[in-house]
């Protein structure tokens, strides 16, 4: 680590990831269930909260909107605790996280979805124009 090969190795890791996120678990599991934003949403976080620290060592500007950042929110997909987070009064049986992104972000499980993956989208085309990979 620290050198040019190993720092574009990091970023093209987390490009894979990105893409396995996008691709394999969006588009491969057929039915929509809550793993899929799940998934997308630790990416989203973990990787939210070392950018400063990517862009430091690369010299790099790489950016996601950091309206999406929840601690609680990360805690209740990271743990499944779901149930600890909502409150009875607060479930709602339509949504498909029971009104976890209502309580935390003020939209159902489909918008809510919806950013994270834009977000992630966005830093992935980040990536790619920084490591000048050409799209074929």
């Known amino acids: 680590v620290g050198n040019r090969f190993s720092d574009k190795f990091v970023l093209f890791s987390l490009l894979c ?9 969006d588009k491969f599991i057929m039915d929509e269930c809550p793993t899929k934003l799940r998934f997308a949403y630790l990416l989203y976080y973990s990787t939210s909260q070392r950018l400063e620290q990517i862009n ?6 790489f950016v996601t909107n950091q309206d999406y950042i929840s601690v609680l ?7 499944y605790k779901i149930g600890v987070s909502l409150r009875p009064y607060e479930i709602n ?7 976890l992104t209502f309580k935390y972000f003020d939209c159902d499980y489909f918008e809510f979805k919806s950013k994270i993956f834009k977000e992630l989208v966005c830093l992935k085309e980040q990536i ?3 490591l000048d990979l050409k799209r074929g």
């Not at 430091?56 to 500007?61: A, F, G, R």
């Open 17 to 25: 990831q990105i893409n396995f996120v996008l691709i394999c678990v």
């Open 56 to 61: 430091l060592q690369l010299n790099t500007k």
């Open 73 to 79: 929110f990360r805690n209740a997909m990271a743990h």
């Open 93 to 99: 049986e339509n949504d498909l996280l029971f009104g």
């Open 128 to 130: 790619i124009a920084y």
